[in-house]
Structures are given as C-alpha cells and as structure tokens.
C-alpha cells in the first residue's frame, strides 16, 4: 500500500510540474481546447508559472479573441457568438429564463449575466438588447 501511496504522490508531482508551463506578466490561457474546460490557467508572475482557476459555475474557458495572451470565460456554446460591440445583449432563452449574454466592451466578446431572481429574459423591440420581467 505504501508503493501505491508513493507512486500516486509521485505522478501528481510530475503532473504539476508538467502543468506548471513558466509564464510572465498577466498572462492567461485555457488549459485545452476552447469552450471546453471550466478552468482557466492564469500566470503567477510571483513564481513566473501558470496556476489553474475556475471560471464561475456553468461557464467554460475561451481564448480572448481581442487579446490572444488572454483567456475569459463564458457560456457554453457563447465562444463561437462572434464579436460584438456596444451595449448590446440577447437572451439565452427568452421567456423561459432570466439568463442573457451581455456584449463586454473590453474584449468585445459575450459574457453572461441574469435578470433578478424571479424574472425572465425577454428580447427588446429593436432586438438589440433585453429587458426582464
């Protein structure tokens, strides 16, 4: 049982020594392919190596598209939404949720946000934006 023991802490040494790629400044990059993971590696540039992080519950890593030494999180299925620019929004089910995706100007990408608890996500008349209800 000990070998066992020992081997098993050995492979997770070599494991997080394999993970821990060196990195500088605020970089960060997804662990895999894009929309996949619900982690996200980030640079410590303390110790120049990436550290795993998890994106908020119910979202996957993407590479920033504006800024390719960068990754965000998102929705499922939000990576391949294209671009978008000003205050726009779409809702992600309207009127059976409250979820919405959110234009994030900085990375010109969707994020995902929610209506208040209770209320569900409805498409404004110029369909641009929401409303909630």
């Given amino acids: 049982m000990v070998r066992i023991t020992a081997f098993a802490a050995a492979a997770a040494a070599i494991a997080a020594v394999a993970s821990g790629q060196q990195c500088t400044g605020n970089t ?5 392919a894009d929309g996949v993971s619900p982690t996200y590696l980030q640079c410590n540039s303390w110790n120049g190596q990436y550290v795993s992080m998890n994106c908020p519950s119910g979202q996957v890593c993407y590479t920033n598209p504006n800024a390719p030494t960068t990754a965000m999180c998102g929705l ?3 990576g391949g939404q294209g671009q978008c620019t000003g205050n ?6 309207p009127g059976q949720s409250g979820d919405y995706l959110q234009c994030e100007n900085w ?7 929610s209506c208040p608890s209770g209320l569900k996500c409805y498409t404004s008349a110029g369909g641009n934006g929401v409303f909630c209800n």
């Fill in 107 to 113: 990375s010109g990408k969707y994020v995902s946000a």
């Fill in 88 to 93: 726009t929004a779409k809702c992600v089910s």
């Fill in 76 to 78: 499922p299925g939000t």
């Fill in 28 to 32: 960060s990059k997804c662990p895999g």
